[in-house]
């Protein structure tokens, strides 16, 4: 399985949804960063089941245990773990479908791989293992302010059909955490958990779009050619649970433009090369060119619902499913925190590649 991301900054993550914990080891933290339990929670909060109304009705305290690479509040240079115990698995809650494939779940296709899988709950392939990715990515954001000034804010885009305008380059995290749905738009984030309550009670879900700005960066890190930022930041968006599509800059909507439109011209401001737009999302030939970073990741609605559906057990037998268990009807608000994690990841690799290989953190020039 593939457990593990990242060349120089390195993350493991462990655990399934309801066995005794979920959790990371981080590997390649420089040492003397200040980190300590404090630094952590904060993301985990952000991310754990049972926030609000919106969310699943399981009772995480999602409380996180420092076991190693830290010492007197600073970093070692050693492996970091991090753990989170499961205090509200309920397994047994899925007895009934351990012969069934869930439909657009991942029961059919890891049975399919392995000739075996963990029934409850959907084990590694539950988004209950988000917790790692999301404990080791507030380590990367910290490591990355501290030393670079990044700044990184998730924010939900779009809720079904239902889509902000909002510019990105305009929010702030202060706005996007005062919604109940993580839309800093005032006027639309009440139609939004309108949405979601309705759909809740149909016993259905939906999906929606995740947009991420992430500020001074600067310009280089990355490189060609399958080594370039924007498609390290893909595979990071793709690997989380319920993704199904990424964009950076003006992603699919560029193709709809001409050339003379969408090329980002070169100015000078405050004594620096910058580009007076930024179709490109901070990204250009795979390279950070200095302007802020901007991508979109597309979720699907949650795979469980309470609805009937037509699936097959393990004998090919056809039979007729009605979901139960603690579940989101929309994933995206609580996914926000989960995607800033995974942007953080990627970067703080790309950072200490681009430290090793040029002896500083920004440009050359």
């Avoid at 790692?132 to 809720?159: H, P, T």
Wanted: glycine letters at 12%; proline letters at 5%; aromatic letters at 4%.
């Amino acid at each position: 399985m593939g457990n593990t991301t990242g060349r120089l900054f390195r993350l493991t993550t462990f655990g399934e949804s309801h066995g005794g914990g979920v959790g990371c080891v981080v590997d390649g933290c420089p040492p003397l960063l200040a980190l300590g339990p404090e630094d952590i929670q904060r993301d985990l909060d952000r991310r754990r089941p049972g926030q609000s109304r919106l969310t699943t009705s399981r009772q995480e305290t999602d409380a996180v245990e420092i076991l190693s690479g830290v010492f007197e509040g600073r970093t070692l240079g050693s492996p970091i773990g991090l753990l989170v115990r499961n205090r509200d698995a309920r397994p047994g809650d899925y007895e009934r479908l351990q012969d069934v494939f869930r439909p657009s779940h991942a029961d059919y296709t890891q049975e399919v791989k392995y000739g075996t899988r963990n029934w409850q709950g959907g084990g590694r392939a539950s988004a209950r293992e988000t917790v790692g990715r999301v404990a080791g990515g507030a380590v990367a954001r910290k490591l990355l302010a501290d030393q670079c000034g990044v700044e990184i804010v998730g924010f939900v885009r779009r809720i079904h059909t239902l889509e902000t305008v909002i510019d990105a380059g305009t929010v702030r995290a202060e706005a996007v955490e005062a919604s109940l749905v993580r839309c800093p738009d005032p006027d639309l984030s009440p139609a939004m958990i309108g949405a979601i309550d309705a759909v809740r009670a149909e016993g259905d879900s939906l999906g929606g779009v995740v947009e991420c700005v992430v500020r001074n960066v600067p310009a280089g890190w990355g490189a060609p050619v399958f080594d370039k930022l924007d498609a390290d930041l893909a595979a990071g968006m793709l690997s989380i649970p319920a993704v199904k599509g990424f964009e950076v800059g003006s992603g699919f909507a560029g193709a709809q433009m001409k050339g003379s439109a969408h090329n980002d011209p070169f100015i000078v401001r405050e004594g620096r090369i910058r580009t007076e737009t930024n179709h490109s999302g901070g990204i250009q030939a795979g390279i950070s060119n200095g302007e802020d970073l901007v991508f979109r990741v597309a979720f699907k609605p949650t795979s469980t619902i309470r609805k009937l559906q037509r699936t097959v057990t393990r004998a090919k037998e056809e039979v007729t499913l009605e979901a139960r268990g603690r579940h989101d009807p929309c994933v995206v608000p609580r996914a926000v925190p989960i995607v800033e994690a995974m942007a953080a990841l990627v970067l703080a690799d790309h950072y200490l590649r681009h430290r090793g290989l040029t002896g500083r953190a920004g440009p050359a020039f």
